[in-house]
């Protein structure tokens, strides 16, 4: 029973060549009164280095530092700054390798650096009863990992386990605590297997992690839990994860493509949900930061019995709360109604992974607390044509949408029925994209058929890129606007469709007394290159035949259109007898320049036929360089044509202004403030 203390040592190995598999350092107890071992009681390891030492075993017994099976509370302390650097073990746990009946570990102020094992890279520790395993005061592990590519390597004294989790640690005990508090996890991996940092399977016990620091864990298919993977049997042991964060945390692909559920955290629950108390699970003041998973659960994955009963119990009990990284320290309010975070905290049912082991297909898990929403789609929703998919709940700043037109053709009402209350719907690109076409804006998009798109950080006050909605390889309208449908284009690049496309870029129109809308401001538009040195174009870029359009601040240039097409056509037909569509027309600080009409027609920026009660005002500096038509009879208005049935015997109109681009100027700059009204006799 004797008690060893080391201080203020360096170690390195034992001899390289030597056949031996003992690790450097073994505690042990024996049975065997002929061939007795030493047992030691307490052993105190302080301000030691342990460095460069490999062991090849020819079992699972690990530990190429530590290893050994220690007595009913026997007590190893390894503590005040020593470290652990470069250990590798073929067999359970890098460099330390413990188990017994209550085995005492105490490590404070430690480092486990490019440690290695099959399970658990730093430490394995198993018990048949009781366990008591303390890590804190800034204790760090960094560069541990995984090694081997067997998925069911591992195991303990309790059960056997199907694979070889735990990057850092790999822990398996029945009764006991389990606290890390106060340190620091960095770039663990471990590969093929659950938990890139810590692994924990428990029965009754309470693990607790305090105050901990997960930095680039990571964990590759079919493992789960990039920094944290958890087994909790039962209700009667406790789960405590306070006050820690978690960052590029990540389960990534691997060998399988099953599971890799859980970027930070996986935790796979063995009991109902209606068991859930404070006492026994509670994830607070957690800090998550690009986490992904490579499966579901971007920050956390929960497999349990009924995956909404238990969201339902978590929000009810308030069992997790999440710091918002946009406005510390606060929390997010709306973590529970929110579909923003629909990917990021997911969970699946036991009875459908039964049926689908490892299933890393969405369709079959479901968000924590979907039954919560207030809404089925994220607002904002982001668009990446890049990296991200056109998938249910998609729209989030971590599962970006891939299409515009996806994300508009949604039904944002949630599971329980209630129609969201959002006016307005913002959609904000983060790429250029060339994927979408024909996306309809009509009185019920998004509830309320009011849709905002814009570039990313539009709102910044730095300089900021306009993303490009490139159409040249589609013939259909890229936008159709019409009913009350209401559409905002703010900061984006457009070209041109198909150049022999005969339909407009953008078109609003009404068949009815309903007023569609189109604004946009600080907005480019120029046509294909590749087109533009060959193709006029057979199509407008904005059509409008009964409705309100509002430009603003935006530059149009470098177009070449054929016959009676423009940059912008507007028509007032009649939509019943005597009753034409009215449009309203309102442009500001805007540039039309290098604008080219060939063959017959006017205008080539804008061609527009006013009925009663339009209006069409061009004001505030809008600027109009090297517009023209072609030098033929029946082409006027180099710049604007605009045509009045000023014949109409029920109307005259007053303060008319019909301005036409002198044929004979080919270039030229010009200051207009024109507006075009109609009034009915009487008025």
Known sequence: TGRLKLFGLHFDNLNPYSTVTNPLIQISESYDRQNPQVTIKDFDIVNSEFKNIHQDTNNQQGGAVISGHQDSGALLRIRDQCKFNNITSTGQGGAIYCTGRYPIIEINRVSFIQCKGISG???????????????????????????????????GAIYFILSNPGGAIHSIFNYGEFLIESSQFESCNSANSDGGSVFAQIYYNSLSINKVTFIGSSCSQPGSGGAIAIVQQNSYNRISITESSFTNCKTLPGSSSQYGWGGAIDIEMGFEASFLTLENFQLTDLSFTNCKASGA?????????????????IKNENLLTVKDQSNPPNIIYDLFTSPQYAYDYMGINESIEKDNPGTIDLDHHNPLFEQLFISNVPNPSYIDAINGKDIKFCGGQYQMCKTIKYSTERNP????????????????????????????????????????????????????????????????????????????????????????SNNPLISISTDSDDVPQLQIKDCEFKQNPDSYSTFSLSHSIISINGGIIKIEKAKIESYKLINENSIITIKSQSFSYGRYRKNEIKIYQSTFSNIQKLGDGNGAA???????????????????????????????????????????RDYVFEDVCIYRLIQSVPSGVYSLDWIWKSFPIGV
């Open 121 to 155: 890279g730093a430490i394995f520790a198993s018990s048949q009863d009781i366990l008591s395993l303390t890590i804190d005061n800034q204790s760090e592990f960094k560069q541990c990992e995984i090694i081997g590519d067997n998925e069911n390597q591992g195991g």
């Open 413 to 500: 009402t949630p599971l329980s029925g209630i129609i969201p209350t959002d006016s307005t719907y913002s959609i904000i690109l983060t790429s250029n994209t060339a994927l979408d076409t024909n996306i309809q804006i009509i009185s019920t998009t998004l509830v309320n058929g009011h849709i905002v798109i814009q570039s990313d950080e539009y709102d910044s006050i730095e300089d900021y890129t306009k993303q490009s909605i490139i159409t040249s390889s589609f013939s259909s309208s890229l936008f159709t606007i019409s009913g009350t449908g209401h559409l905002e284009l703010l900061r984006l690049h457009f070209d041109n469709l198909n150049p022999t």
């Open 606 to 648: 804008i061609n527009a036929e006013l009925q009663q009660d339009s209006i069409l005002k061009v004001t505030d500096s809008c600027t109009f360089y090297n517009c023209s038509t072609e030098l033929i009879d029946n082409c006027a208005g180099g710049a604007i044509s605009t045509v009045l049935d000023i014949m109409k």
């Open 297 to 313: 659960g971007n920050n956390l994955h929960i497999l349990s019995m009924d995956t909404y009963s238990t969201g339902q119990v």
